[in-house]
């Protein structure tokens, strides 16, 4: 499997996120490819100095063209690592950095994961993460570093203006849209900014020295990917 370092939409380098594209062999029959190989994945961080984490739980969801879902992420001591692919259809798949102190906070990277390229984008803890589907339905597994937590949930808006997401909604010609948005549950329509919510951040330990409790406010109870 390559895995390739990634640069923001700016042009900023990213610490951490990784597109994985694996090696696939094709004949009359169909294909095959390793989806997941715990040495090469652990191989991948390691070139990077990273750490390499346990995953805990794999999640499945489907979705219908126009539907985006993010932007999710979880606050220490329960951060979430991602490691996403799509199986069904294509999706615009993007990562931000939230990692108090990080030279590229705030800055983003998109791109497209489809059935047909196989590639997977590795979205480590302290980064949001969300999609957009662009096909009639997509099928999205990734797996995760640590469970969902209630109280350590949180997400922010879509189309935040600090972060600008380039979102591809011009390749959604043809789906009835609202005029300002594509189709969003109740509590990502109403997740707050950025701005709202860099004091809380930035009063959380990173994620590699989370180990300690903190106390945790302001928590959402609707578990809705």
């Given at each position: 499997m390559q895995a390739e370092t990634l640069?923001?939409?700016?042009?900023?380098?990213?610490?951490?996120?990784?597109?994985?594209?694996?090696?696939?062999?094709?004949?009359?029959?169909?294909?095959?490819?390793?989806?997941w190989n715990e040495r090469d994945f652990a191989a991948a961080l390691d070139a990077e100095d990273q750490p390499?984490?346990?995953?805990?739980?794999?999640?499945h969801s489907r979705s219908s063209r126009g539907v985006l879902r993010?932007?999710?992420?979880?606050?220490p001591p329960h951060a979430q690592g991602k490691l996403v692919r799509c199986v069904l259809g294509q999706i615009?798949?993007?990562?931000?950095?939230l990692c108090s102190g990080s030279a590229s906070f705030g800055h983003w990277f998109g791109t497209y994961l489809s059935a047909e390229n196989h590639q997977q984008l590795w979205v480590p803890p302290g980064f949001a993460h969300g999609?957009?589907?662009?096909?009639?339905?997509?099928?999205?597994?990734?797996?995760?570093t640590d469970?969902?937590?209630?109280?350590?949930?949180?997400?922010?808006?879509?189309?935040?203006?600090?972060?600008?997401?380039?979102?591809?909604?011009?390749?959604?010609?043809?789906?009835e849209l609202s005029p300002t948005a594509p189709q969003l549950s109740e509590k990502d329509a109403a997740a707050p900014l950025l701005e709202a919510?860099?004091?809380?951040?930035?009063?959380?330990p990173d994620v590699s020295q989370s180990g300690q409790p903190v106390q945790l406010t302001d928590a959402t109870g609707d578990r809705t990917p």
């Open positions: 640069t923001s939409s700016a042009g900023v380098p990213l610490q951490g996120p990784l597109l994985m594209t694996p090696r696939v062999f094709v004949d009359q029959r169909g294909f095959f490819f390793e989806s390499v984490p346990s995953f805990v739980q794999d999640n993010g932007l999710h992420y979880q606050l615009f798949d993007v990562a931000v950095d999609f957009l589907t662009l096909s009639d339905q997509a099928e999205v597994l990734y797996k995760t469970f969902w937590d209630h109280d350590c949930e949180r997400s922010i808006r879509w189309d935040d203006p600090q972060l600008a997401i380039a979102w591809p909604l011009g390749d959604l010609a043809g789906v919510v860099i004091g809380e951040l930035r009063r959380r």
